[in-house]
């Protein structure tokens, strides 16, 4: 979303990111990735399990990310294993969601130009 966030601004929108990940892994990454806009903290993946997107990581992929040293809870501050899917919404200014993508598979992101799009349809 960095690269297109000049252009959702000029179109009078905000970029939020929501992630489990700790405040102080979300400002690492913010840092790291010299990003422009916030890295909300979902604490337990709470919210995204009221909207049915978080899932928990299978066992034998729990074990994988530890062989490689993943640290899973530690990046999210519980132990929960749980993810969300990827997503990104489209949030007019009333409150009323316009756009949806999400996908299960966390490889399929959505695509940030389609953002760019949506915005201009409303």
């Known amino acids: ?22 405040p102080e892994k979300n400002q690492a990454m913010i840092d790291k990735n ?8 979902d604490i337990g993946n709470d919210y995204a399990n009221q909207l049915g997107l978080r899932f928990t990581v299978p066992v034998p992929v729990q074990e994988v990310y530890s ?11 519980d132990s929960s294993w749980s993810l969300p899917m990827p997503g990104r919404f489209v949030i007019d200014q009333c409150g009323i ?19 760019i799009e949506d915005l201009k349809a409303l």
């Open 67 to 77: 062989e490689f040293g993943i640290d899973l809870p530690g990046h999210n501050g």
């Open 1 to 22: 979303m960095q690269s297109v966030n000049d252009q959702i601004e000029a179109l009078g929108a905000t970029v939020v990111a929501l992630t489990p990940q700790s």
């Open 97 to 115: 969601i316009r756009s949806v993508d999400v996908h299960p598979d966390y490889t399929r992101r959505p695509e940030a130009e389609k953002t």
């Open 34 to 41: 010299d990003l422009s806009f916030d890295l909300l903290h």
